[in-house]
């Protein structure tokens, strides 16, 4: 077996379970999560949705990543990176509310003069593995140690380019607070986070911390990080409310009816963190097109619309720009705002900016 074979073949086995659904269990089980309207049969499901196409068997998969040519999936110029320093972080406007782009669905938030993260991946592939899987494009804009102390964490699902070891064991007492979803707290306590630092959520459970308010909301997607755990973790996405304004983040998700009930139920936001990357005619039901993408922000009744999960990781076959290509045209040609922010650019929610397609000259 050649080294890229034994990649392939190591990583989509253990970092992505399978992409295409296992049968899981319908018999009755213990578990303290059995009173969620989410866990059945053992596992964790998602909302029903009879529109949901189903996903390639997972042999079809496998055989594509193992056999398949990609082009154009990994860039040949420099992804540009906005180096960010302690100090520019500081400078901040402490009663604003600052999105700051680490890389993939990773970023570090600065809300009304608290810090906290999102989905931190700092390690160099997303991977169980640091010597195979798909390795960074670019680096952080900043480093781990440059971190400054962080009030709270947010976790949307187990997958290894959402929840890295690494990460989590450097971070695992320099944060005050975890929120996670259902059964999520017993990956990030494997990984040092002390048990009682770790708060978990089921869809449409809400806290507040230090002055913010986070509500898990629905998602389309599945978890699991090994070949025997699919679907023994829950999925979500997050509400995160700070001085009046409201940032959704849907995590990793496929197109499903829960954007507009999650619109219809927190009436708009201001800023739509919005998957739009790692898509396939595979797997069509567990991450949106840039089409899927532009409807689930409209139904969430977003104002802004941020684009994630894309220009990090080489995770699917189509080509690196294409997420970014497709979510610009069509959100000029529908009149949303968009923000397509380069690695290690600051977002202020509510102040004027101007988008730019950083990537177009790149190949």
């Not at 025997?228 to 496929?254: C, H, M, P």
């Not at 507009?260 to 927190?266: K, N």
Request: hydrophobic share 40%.
């Amino acid at each position: 077996m050649t080294n890229d074979l034994m990649f392939k073949s190591l990583f989509l086995a253990a970092a992505f379970g399978l992409i295409a659904g296992c049968a899981s269990s319908t018999s009755a089980c213990e578990s303290p999560y059995g009173a969620s309207p989410q866990f059945k049969g053992c596992v964790f499901e998602n909302m029903p949705n009879p529109q949901a196409l189903p996903s390639q068997g997972s042999w079809k998969i496998w055989s594509r990543f193992l056999t398949a040519n990609k082009n154009g999936t990994v860039p040949v110029d420099p992804i540009p990176v906005r180096a960010m320093t302690t100090a520019q972080l500081e400078a901040l406007d402490s009663q604003a509310n600052h999105v700051i782009r680490l890389g993939h669905s990773s970023h570090l938030l600065k809300l009304r003069g608290k810090y906290w993260l999102i989905d931190p991946v700092f390690s160099e592939r997303a991977s169980p593995f640091q010597f195979v899987g798909p390795r960074r494009f670019h680096k952080p804009p900043l480093t781990l140690e440059q971190l400054p102390p962080i009030e709270g964490l947010i976790l949307s699902h187990d997958h290894y380019d959402h929840l890295d070891v690494a990460t989590i064991e450097y971070l695992a007492q320099r944060v005050q607070r975890y929120f996670v979803p259902l059964g999520v707290r017993a990956r990030v306590v494997e990984m040092g986070v002390p048990a009682e630092r770790v708060a978990e959520f089921d869809w449409w459970q809400a806290t507040e911390h230090d002055g913010v308010g986070l509500t898990a909301t629905p998602a389309q997607h599945f978890s699991g990080r090994t070949l025997n755990d699919r679907n023994k973790t829950l999925w979500a996405s997050w509400v995160i409310q700070s001085g009046g304004e409201r940032i959704f983040y849907s995590g990793d998700s496929g197109y499903f009816g829960g954007f507009r009930q999650i619109g219809e139920r927190f009436g708009g936001f201001d800023l739509a963190l919005m998957e739009n990357g790692a898509y396939d005619s595979y797997w069509p039901s567990v991450h949106m097109s840039p089409e899927e993408s532009v409807q689930a922000f409209q139904e969430l009744r977003g104002k802004m619309l941020y684009v994630v999960h894309n220009s990090t990781f080489d995770l699917a076959f189509h080509t690196w720009r294409d997420p970014l290509d497709r979510i610009a045209d069509l959100s000029q040609a529908k009149k949303i705002e968009l923000a397509t922010p380069e690695i290690g650019e600051v977002l202020t929610i509510g102040r004027p900016r101007t988008n730019v397609r950083w990537w177009e000259r790149l190949k």
